[in-house]
Structure formats: C-alpha cells, structure tokens
C-alpha cells in the first residue's frame, strides 16, 4: 500500500464531490457535493454566510471528518481508504490548521505552544524543533514574546501563533478557518498581510475560509459556499480608494463593498540563524511534550462535529482518563542530605481506587536552570524502589537521590535555583499490558535551597517563619 510518508513534495490535494449529511431524522446536509483541487502555492479562498458549510468543508479537507460521500485525494490516493495512522501523519506533517476558535494551550508559553506540534509528533528532534519555533516566531514578529503565555498576549498576537503553530512541520498545505473572525480591521489586514508573507516564503497551498469578501480580493480563486454548495465566483476586484468600511460582521458576501487591500505586514524581524541552533540545542524540553495530551484533546476538540468516535478513540480515551486522571503524580519532599546530594520522593496515587493501575517504575531526570538552559544533573533510583511493574492501588511513594551542585544557576527566587524533575513512565489497566499501554510524562518544578548558601544569607532576602524551607513546589507551567 502507498504511504503518505512516501509522497513526493509536488502534492496535489483533491477533493471530489465532498458532502456531508449530519443525522438522519431528518438528514441534514452541510455540504454537497463539493469538488475543489489545491496544489503547494496555491491559494483558494472560501467566503459564505454563517451556517452554509465552510467549516464543514474544511475538516473534510484536513481529514478531520470523514465525508457521508465523495473522495478526498492525495496524489490521487484516497485518503479514507487508509487506516487511521496514515491519516494522522497527514493531519500532523501534511495539513496545518488555524482554527476558528483560539486554540493555543494556555499552560504553554507562546514558544512551547509553535514548538508543540514538531515534538508532538516527533516530527523533529527537540533542538530542532525550538531552532524552527525561534524562526517562525521571529518571522510573525514576535520574537521578543518566546516565554509569554497566551493570557498575555492580544488577539492578533495569539493569531500569529497559531499561524506559526500551524506552520512548524512545515506543511505543504494550510487550512485556516475564518483566522481573523474576532480581530478589528487593522489586525485582520495585518493577518492576511502575514499570511500572505508567510505562503510566498514557504510555498504552502492555502485555504482561507472567511465570511469577508474584502480578505477574498487577493486570491487568485475564490469560492463561495451557498447552502452547502461550492460555486466558483470571480475574484472581487481591490478598491482602489480606502472607503470607511463597514462593520466587518456586517460584511456579508453578497455586499458590493470592499476594503482596500491590506497594508504591509509586520516588520519581518532577522531570520534567526546558525548561533540559535547552538543555544536551543540543550533544551530538551519535555513540558511540551507532557502537555501534548493536551493539545492532542484540542485536536479532539476540532473534529467535535464527528457524530460518534471510533471505539478505539474512545479506548484511547479511557487509557488517558486513567492515565492521566486517575492516576495522580506529586512531589511528596525533597530532603537535603548534604554535600549537594538530596533525596526525592514522588508519590503516585490511584484517585479512584476500585481498579489498579499498573506502571512501570518512573524513569526521573533532573534539570537545573541556568540562564535560558536546562542543565541536567545526575539523579538515582533508590534500591527501595519497588523493581518491575508496580500494582497501584492507594499511594506509592518513589525515591530516587539527585545531586545540585551548578554554578550560575537562575534565581527565580533569590538565592534558590529552579529545579525541574521530569518524569516518565509506562501506565497501564492490566499487569500483562498488550497494546493498552500510555506513555505518561510528568514535569514538576521546585525551588531548590542550594546546599552551600547559608540560612543567614537566604534570610537577608526573604522572610521565613522559620527556617528557610529546603524546596518550595512551584504550580505547574
Ligand atoms: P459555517 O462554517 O459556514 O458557518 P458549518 O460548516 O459550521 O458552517 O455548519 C454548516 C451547517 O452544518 C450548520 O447548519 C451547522 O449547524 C451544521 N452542522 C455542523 N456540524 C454539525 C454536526 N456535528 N451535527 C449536526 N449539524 C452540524
Ligand atoms: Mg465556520
């Protein structure tokens, strides 16, 4: 069988006679029969009022949603006749998606949230990933927000990363679903400015789904999306004089009048080069990676208008609930045993105790932050650790002995270093797991009393009720 991992760079993706019927008392039919061909470079924009099908149309093309009739093609390869794998590599190499909804993890800072996808689905190797999230983020300009988090950041800002998130695995199509929708006019005109940008640079084929003519006049075809029916329109000619616009949500297709055309994008800031590479390539983060659960649940969230999931999604779904709910991780202490040597205790716990869960013994690593670096330091299982897989069923506790003795080390808290435990291990239902096994990854950051700081000294910075306190846990981020 062909695999989409051996398709050639020169793809073409077509869709012939898409339709979608939802339900059956009555049937209800969202898309009709919609045929449509984009190759790497192309650029297809969608308009059409709100309810007539677009979004529809749109997770048919990602593969998101399986059509009631119709093929979608690859190369000529129908996509649905593969099995699922095949389609998951193309929604996650092949296919980039700017939802119409804000998507970025909240959790993530903007950088971990573009560098989510490559690690996710180990597109690239870590270093790599945040050298090219580095990029993108400098090339929508906002390289000076790599560790803001989405909270932060404004509604054309968080757009920008989405657009960057979409584009890190470097798809040869993009699919963007009304990305400007809740933006004023400005900010819109600066998005299309970057998208623009962004496909003559990468050479994507794009599909811009949109209920304003006025983002329709750059394209080169234009569709409109009519109660379910794709018809081709011609391209609506710019404005050549800036008019006051109307309300952009009172835009509607069929109004004659149109913006001018968008105003330059962002400053492209420098492309960030060889020296970059060099100061990513230490990171090797797993907090992106642990979160990917989450992020995989907002690729859930795109295909909510699937009916029913397949059983196996749901069995999927039941290994992450355990997994990931009821089996709960937490630093328990860490004791300073002196010299830089300390003792960690991570204690599991089986929320709900009526069914075991099974794990492998944690694999722990331990970092350090110095400057913008995670330094790794040795860490130890202890002997008492129970060997083999671990029955959980109320609390258990894991030891393991780390030594801290960095230099230089970043003080988020004066005098104390931010200490980062990443944790992995193997969760299963059943003692003899056969496929029903999660990979589960948990980061825990701590602050961290250096062995050799003196009391006196901490005390001059902060004030305790007491002692100053050998860690401190910090909320997950
Ligand atoms: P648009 O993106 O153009 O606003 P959509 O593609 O989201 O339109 O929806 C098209 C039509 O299909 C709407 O009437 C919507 O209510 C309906 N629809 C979308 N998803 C579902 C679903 N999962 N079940 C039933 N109807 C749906
Ligand atoms: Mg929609």
Not at 60 to 76: E, F, I, V
Not at 150 to 169: T, Y
Not at 247 to 265: I, N, Q, T
């Amino acid at each position: 069988m062909r695999s989409f991992k051996r398709l050639g760079a020169e793809l073409i993706l077509s869709a012939q006679g898409l339709t979608k019927i939802f339900g059956s008392a009555p049937p209800f039919v969202a898309v009709r029969g919609a045929s449509l061909d984009l190759c790497p470079g192309d650029k297809a924009v969608i308009i059409g009022r709100s309810g007539s099908g677009k979004s529809t149309l749109l997770a048919m093309l990602g593969a998101l949603m399986r059509p009631t009739a119709g093929k979608l093609l690859l190369n000529g390869a129908d996509m649905w006749s593969f099995p699922e794998e095949e389609r998951a590599l193309y929604r996650s190499r092949q296919a980039g998606f700017v939802f119409q909804f804000p998507s970025l993890l909240a959790n993530l800072t903007a950088l971990d949230n573009i560098a989510a996808p490559a690690l996710l689905s180990r597109a690239m190797e870590p270093g790599r990933a945040y050298a090219k999230a580095f990029d993108l983020l400098s090339r929508i300009g906002l390289s000076g927000r790599a560790d803001s988090f989405p909270g932060s950041l404004s509604g054309g800002e968080q757009r920008r990363v989405a657009i960057a998130r979409a584009l890190i695995n470097s798809p040869s199509f993009l699919l963007a679903d009304e990305p400007t929708s809740d933006l004023d006019e400005d900010t819109e005109a600066g998005i299309m400015a970057l998208l623009e940008e962004l496909q003559a640079s990468e050479g994507f084929g794009l599909v811009l789904v949109t209920h304003s003519p006025a983002l329709a006049s750059h394209a080169e075809r234009v569709f409109e999306m009519r109660d379910g029916v794709l018809e081709t329109v011609e391209p609506p000619a710019p404005r050549a004089a800036p008019a006051p616009r109307p309300r952009r949500s009172a835009a509607l297709p069929d109004e004659p009048r149109l913006p001018p055309k968008a105003p330059a994008g962002p400053q492209a800031a420098a492309r960030l080069g060889a020296e970059l590479w060099r100061s990513v390539e230490p990171f090797a983060f797993w907090g992106a990676v642990m979160l990917g659960g989450v992020l995989l649940a907002n690729f859930g969230a795109a295909k909510y208008q699937e009916n029913h999931l397949l059983e196996r999604e749901q069995r999927k779904a039941q290994m992450a609930d355990m997994a990931l709910s009821r089996l709960q991780a937490e630093v328990q202490s860490v004791e300073d045993l002196g010299d830089g040597r300390y003792e960690l205790v991570v204690s599991l716990r089986n929320a709900r105790g009526d069914a075991p869960i099974y794990v492998m013994p944690p694999d722990m690593r331990a970092y350090i932050q110095v400057g913008k670096v995670w330094q790794e330091v040795p860490v130890e299982a202890s002997e008492s650790n129970p060997g083999g897989i671990s029955k959980i069923e109320g609390k258990s506790d894991f030891r393991y002995v780390f030594e801290a003795r960095v230099k230089d080390f970043t003080q988020l808290l004066p005098n104390y270093m931010h200490v980062r435990f990443s944790e992995s291990m193997l969760v299963s239902p059943s003692r003899m797991p056969r496929g029903d096994v999660f990979e589960r990854k948990d980061n825990f950051y701590v602050y961290l009393k250096p062995f050799d700081i003196a009391n006196e000294v901490i005390l001059k910075r902060m004030k305790f009720p007491g002692k100053p306190p050998v860690w401190i846990p910090m909320p997950p981020h």
